[in-house]
């Protein structure tokens, strides 16, 4: 086909042979001949190829009319018409472009926009058509021959293109596209459908059980034999589903409220606002294998992983027999003391990783019951912030990703190591699967041709090791390390010797006491306590609640009833604490309590004050004594008194 620009005045022979109205005249000699036998006008320009480097084109007012409305129709079909919107010369819309007429013009072109692509084509054909007659006629062809010569060009009969011209009549040319779009809508009929068939159909379908359409609409047509409904068929029942339901409402009907939620576009986090340590996440994850812990312990491993957000790079982790405290304890230790303190922490609000060993004190921890005497986590005493994460959600804690597909469970849990066996019956050695699991981590991170955001096909090692070498990073100190290598307890101290008592669960049970003098200004008062779970007859490191050292305590072992040594021993260091107790005592009491008492002055009585207020004395009048008749006729006459005065006040009130 030939590529011609269609914008233009003048043709040459070689674009116009072959075209509707010089079909005859396929060759460029032959429009070169009917051009000079016709008297086409024409120009010559410079052009290679041509005689004496000329070339001639010939004007389109002279061509044949066939030709002519050719020319129209591809100039309007490769220009079709767009909205636009007028404005002034500032470039402000025009005052006309929000006026009614403006809005019936947007509406037009909305509904172009909402019909399929063959309808659009169709309509551009249409225009083109319409816009060649008008320019025929403008030429000086009459209007039944300009008709003529471009419906034969359209394949169509001259009435229809008149129909087509009629139609856009008093429509504005930058509105006739949408006009001349067809308007067949379809059938418009729709079966009937009984409005309780309709509901129960709705019902049985849009539930969290799933049912299929096909066994919703048995159930319907049982119910329509027996209660006479009119239903249509299955096909037309879900397309009036679809039509009337919005998406959404069906899933969330259907799969819930998670599957609601993968309708709308997941956030996309950059993981460039960080650098390398600065911010973690961590997640716990079950292998598939069985493993052998020793003790008739077989279970599946459960790892707990932290992940530098930045780089995706692994940094530690902890196997145990399930996500305790413990395992995220010591894998947040070991994070620490390879690489330093990240500042920010992510964990998800699960009762293992939202221990109040770990995340104690946290603002919004809405997990276990806080207690003002709560001891403080480790992240916030080393000056971190806890984050909370939505647990299963990839987007929140990118970490989870490293155990979908193409991470840990494809190259842990698929280990040829395990073929055969990672059974509970034949359980893999636990030394067997922390090596196997430790290379795997290590060929994760190291692994080339990472396509993430600013990996550039570079390892997560590589990455790591690029921003890391640059971050100021801080360390933790001999202290801090005290706080993931122990365990974490709040204790009550003896409100008499300031004593504290841990109790420990193995296959025995017990407790152990322990006691320093650091502890005595602690009698009756909740501590923490931090301790080796694997050595409780060796000392702990007691801390006030709000995280300031007191100081180590030691234990104090249970000695035999009758070992006088053990007895000698304690009762010399008891005397030794009582001598060294009332030398201090002694120290601060540098006055005695007589000499404290002759400080004290001597009070004296205050003098009696003058009053005001006079003993009256009351005497008998002569012949007042009342007989026993009188003193009952006066007790008589007061009650009807006081019954007067009631009914009085009764009636004041009403």
């Avoid at 009337?244 to 599957?259: N, S």
């Avoid at 841990?502 to 296959?507: D, E, G, L, S, V």
């Avoid at 009758?562 to 540098?590: G, W």
Wanted: aromatic share 10%; charged share 30%; net charge positive.
């Amino acid at each position: 086909m030939k590529c011609i620009n269609w914008d233009k005045e003048y043709f040459p022979a070689k674009e116009l042979a072959g075209l509707p109205g010089l079909l005859r005249t396929s060759t460029e000699r032959g429009v070169q001949l009917r051009a000079d036998r016709e008297i086409w006008n024409f120009q010559q320009v410079d052009a290679k190829g041509g005689p004496g480097g000329k070339r001639t084109e010939y004007h389109l007012d002279s061509l044949p009319a066939e030709t002519r409305a050719h020319i129209h129709m591809q100039r309007e079909q490769a220009q079709p018409k767009k909205p636009r919107v007028k404005r002034d010369l500032n470039g402000f819309k025009d005052a006309a472009s929000t006026s009614p007429a403006a809005a019936d013009h947007s509406h037009l072109w909305a509904y172009y926009e909402r019909k399929p692509e063959r309808a659009k084509l169709d309509a551009q054909r249409k225009l083109a058509a319409i816009t060649a007659v008008e320019k025929l006629i403008d030429e000086g062809e009459s209007r039944c021959d300009a008709y003529k010569i471009v419906a034969a060009q359209v394949g169509d009969n001259w009435q229809t293109v008149s129909g087509w011209l009629k139609k856009v009549k008093g429509v504005d040319r930058a509105d006739r596209l949408p006009v001349l779009v067809d308007q067949y809508a379809g059938r418009q009929k729709k079966a009937e459908c009984d409005i309780l068939a309709w509901d129960a159909f709705k019902a049985d379908y849009l539930r969290k059980a799933q049912p299929t359409p096909q066994a919703c609409y048995d159930r319907l047509e049982r119910s329509a034999k027996k209660h006479g409904w009119t239903i249509p068929s299955l096909k037309t029942l879900m397309r009036k589903l679809e039509k009337e339901l919005p998406r959404e409402a069906i899933i969330l009907a259907r799969l819930g409220a998670e599957g609601l939620k993968k309708c709308y576009p997941d956030q996309e986090r950059d993981h460039a606002v960080f650098s390398a340590l600065e911010a973690v996440n961590g997640d716990g994850y079950t292998f598939w294998p069985h493993v052998d812990f020793g003790d008739g312990v077989v279970v599946r491993p459960t790892a707990w992983v932290w992940q530098d957000i930045f780089s995706s790079k692994i940094l530690t982790y902890r196997a145990d027999v399930s996500e305790n405290t413990e395992v995220i304890r010591l894998s947040s230790g070991d994070m620490v003391e390879r690489y330093g303190i990240p500042s920010d922490w992510w964990f998800d609000n699960t009762r293992a990783a939202a221990n109040k060993t770990m995340t104690g004190g946290a603002p919004n921890r809405y997990r276990f019951k806080v207690k003002e005497e709560d001891p403080m986590g480790i992240v916030p005493m080393l000056g971190a912030t806890v984050h909370w994460a939505t647990p299963g959600h990839g987007q929140a804690k990118p970490v989870e990703r490293i155990f979908g597909r193409g991470g840990l469970s494809e190259y842990v849990d698929k280990h040829p190591a395990w073929d055969g066996r990672g059974t509970k019956k034949r359980p893999v050695p636990l030394a067997e699967f922390l090596q196997i699991l430790e290379t795997e981590v290590v060929t994760f991170n190291a692994r080339l041709g990472r396509t993430g955001r600013g990996m550039n096909g570079r390892s997560f090692d590589a990455v790591f090791a690029e921003s890391y070498a640059r971050t100021v990073v801080r360390k933790a100190t001999a202290e801090q390390r005290r706080l993931w290598l122990l365990a974490c307890d709040s204790v009550t101290c003896n409100r008499d010797d300031a004593s504290i008592t841990i109790k420990f669960y193995n296959h025995s049970g017990g407790e152990n006491r322990y006691w320093s003098e650091a502890l005595r200004t602690f009698a009756g008062r909740k501590i923490t306590v931090r301790f080796d779970p694997e050595h409780l007859q060796g000392e702990v490191h007691c801390y006030t609640l709000d995280g300031r050292y007191i100081g180590a305590a030691q234990c104090i072992l249970a000695a035999g009833f009758n070992d006088h040594d053990a007895a000698r021993e304690h009762a010399r260091q008891r005397n030794s604490y009582k001598k060294a107790v009332k030398t201090s005592l002694d120290a601060e009491r540098r006055m005695t309590a007589l000499q404290a008492a002759s400080f004290i002055p001597p009070s004296e009585a205050p003098a009696p004050q003058s009053t005001k207020v006079v003993k009256g004395t009351f005497k008998k009048a002569v012949g007042s004594e009342l007989t026993s008749d009188g003193y009952e006729d006066s007790f008589i006459r007061a009650v009807e008194q006081m019954k007067e005065l009631e009914m009085e006040r009764r009636k004041t009130r009403i």
